[in-house]
Structures are given as C-alpha cells and as structure tokens.
C-alpha cells in the first residue's frame, strides 16, 4: 500500500472550520475505490494544525487520486485556507491494513 501523513498548518480564522472546507475532497476521495482509508486528525499541542493519515491500495490507487478531479479541484481551493506548504511523509509498505501495537496487547 501506499501511506502518506501529511500536516496542514490552517490560517486560524480558519482552522475550525477546516473539516468542513475540507469536506467535499475528503468525501471524494473516501469514495475512491483504490482508497483504504483517508483520516484527519487535529493536533492537541496546535489547533491549526491537522493531521491527515491516508492509504491507498497501491500506486496505481495513488496516482488514480491525484490525477482525480477532485484532488484537482483541492489543489484550487485548498491552499487559500494555509499558512504554509503541507508537509509529507509518502511510504509504500507490503501491507494492506493496520497491524496491531503488540506492545499495548489489550487482552489474551
């Protein structure tokens, strides 16, 4: 799979606001048949700044979305809500799911 976290640093007039601007791209991409998942999160030490964790079944999943329309479109829209460039980590793993923190086992 590919897995990608990225962070967005949100204007702060904004920044309540960014799971409903965001809405309409995250929706969409959710609905991408090669997408596993596609979260965001809100960072608890900044609150402009979210967190989104995504993956896709494989490259070809990848590249489907950033060739979408509505990745376009995101590209269009998006920006004017940043303070800064989103920053990324990109990885492709031999895995297609979570696995579990074994460290933390929860049970037998």
Same mark, same amino acid.
């Given at each position: 799979?590919?897995?990608?976290?990225?962070?967005?640093?949100? /204007?702060? !007039?904004?920044?309540?606001?960014?799971? !409903?601007?965001?809405?309409?791209?995250?929706?969409?991409?959710?609905? !991408?048949?090669?997408?596993?998942?596609?979260?965001?999160?809100?960072?608890?030490?900044?609150?402009?700044?979210?967190?989104?964790?995504?993956?896709? /079944?494989?490259?070809?999943?990848?590249? =489907?979305?950033? $060739?979408?329309?509505?990745? #376009? #479109?995101? $590209? $269009?829209?998006?920006?004017?809500?940043?303070? =800064?460039?989103? #920053?990324?980590?990109?990885?492709?793993?031999?895995?297609?799911?979570?696995?579990?923190?074994?460290?933390? #086992?929860?049970?037998?």
């Amino acid at each position: 799979m590919i897995f990608i976290t990225a962070k967005f640093r949100v /204007r702060p !007039e904004d920044a309540d606001r960014w799971p !409903e601007i965001s809405g309409e791209f995250t929706r969409a991409t959710r609905a !991408e048949q090669g997408c596993l998942w596609f979260d965001w999160s809100r960072s608890l030490r900044d609150d402009t700044e979210y967190v989104l964790v995504e993956a896709f /079944r494989d490259g070809d999943a990848g590249a =489907a979305h950033v $060739q979408s329309e509505h990745f #376009k #479109k995101a $590209q $269009q829209t998006l920006p004017q809500h940043l303070v =800064a460039t989103p #920053k990324v980590i990109n990885a492709s793993l031999e895995q297609d799911d979570w696995s579990e923190l074994g460290e933390m #086992k929860v049970g037998d």
